[in-house]
Every structure is written in structure tokens, then in C-alpha cells.
Nanobody
Framework: QVQLVESGGGLVQVGGSLRLSCAAS????????MGWFRQAPGKEREFVAA????????YYADSVKGRFTISRDNAKNTVYLQMNSLKPEDTAVYYC????????????????WGQGTQVTVSS
């Protein structure tokens, strides 16, 4: 069982930055690829970014490429999402996901989910 707890969401102005964190429980964090997804009101959950077990491969949605950076610290059981140049269309609840032995680039690959953290970008 893996428990994921996101933090770092909030209200930010257009062009601003936020860093999301996702802390994982357990001693098997390095066995999981990690990812971030988001869901805006009235829309389906969509992929944002993913990172491989050791952090040597990263994947991004086209909409965030060049603005967002995913990283992980296996010693701290934590994955991060650095979000720069934020736009109003980035407003959503952001979810952390863990997938055993693979990088979760689609939602169905995830074995565990966090509870989500709200990100609101105001214009």
C-alpha cells in the first residue's frame, strides 16, 4: 500500500510559479514511476508529467512542455512539479499518481492516487 499526499497548491497570478510536492509513504518508493495529472471543472483528468523510477526519463504533455519540470528525490520519497509561466488554463486540481515499475503517462496505469491539490491561476 502506498499513500500519496500532495501539497503546494494555491492561488497565483498569470506568469507566476508554484512548486507542488507529493510525499509517498512506504519503503518501496523507488519501485514506482510517478506522475502528475490534473482535472479542471467539467473536464476529464489529463496527463501533465511523469518520471521514471530512477528519474532518468521524464515525459510531458505538450501543453506544459518547457514550462513545467518534474523531478524526484528517492531519499525523501517525494516527487515535485515545478510550474513556471502559469496560465489561466493551468487552473485545476492536480493529482499525484504512482505506478509500479512503470511511468504513468495515462491515468489507467496508476496504482495509487493522492487526494489532489488545487491550483488557481488568476488573470
Amino acid at each position: 500500500q502506498v499513500q500519496l499526499v500532495e501539497s503546494g497548491g494555491g492561488l497565483v497570478q498569470v506568469g507566476g510559479s508554484l512548486r507542488l510536492s507529493c510525499a509517498a509513504s512506504g519503503r518501496t518508493f523507488s519501485s514506482y514511476g510517478m506522475g502528475w495529472f490534473r482535472q479542471a471543472p467539467g473536464k476529464e483528468r489529463e496527463f501533465v508529467a511523469a518520471i521514471s523510477l530512477r528519474g532518468d526519463n521524464t515525459y510531458y504533455a505538450d501543453s506544459v512542455k518547457g514550462r513545467f519540470t518534474i523531478s524526484r528525490d528517492n531519499a525523501k520519497n517525494t516527487v515535485y512539479l515545478q510550474m513556471n509561466s502559469l496560465k489561466p488554463e493551468d487552473t485545476a486540481v492536480y493529482y499525484c499518481a504512482a505506478a509500479r515499475f512503470r511511468s504513468p503517462v495515462i491515468a489507467s496505469m496508476a496504482n495509487y492516487w493522492g487526494q489532489g491539490t488545487q491550483v488557481t491561476v488568476s488573470s
